[in-house]
């Protein structure tokens, strides 16, 4: 047998004797291996979103079921139900309506000028529902006693 060979079995033995014997194992010797300190590395993690569970929530009504229906949003109100209002400063020209009177009498009156009673155009006295168009040649639009009025 070649001589190299014979050296190089042994030195390939005892390397792995060094090695079984530092990985826990005894090759029936003791074997003592220096231990290599750990290097500790700190890696940042990537951000991770992950989704919350889905909550669904079950409510239970007791008694009758009630059904609403939304229209389209309330007007508001284009002008109190007492006063007098300039037109094309304080009300716009246009049709109004007013719910019936609180007290029972609503008077309204569409006016020339402020000169009382020799400047109205049209008026009247409800008890219930007004209703009235305010033109662009009114000068003025009285309302005593109504509702709030409502531009249509």
Known sequence: MNKKHVIGYAATALVALGIGGAAGGDAGGTTSVAATPAATVTVPAPAITVPGPTVTEKVEVAG????????????????????????????????????????????WARLS???????????DNTSGQALVTIKKTDKFFESNGCSEWTRR
Request: glycine fraction near 14%; hydrophobic fraction near 25%.
């Open 64 to 107: 009758p079921t009630k059904t609403l229906t939304v229209g389209p949003p309330k007007p508001a109100a284009a002008m109190p139900g007492d006063g007098t209002f300039q037109v094309g400063v304080d009300v716009k020209a246009g049709t109004y309506v007013s719910k019936p009177s609180p007290n029972g009498n609503c008077y």
């Open 113 to 123: 000028g402020s000169d009382g009673i020799d400047s109205i155009i049209d008026n």
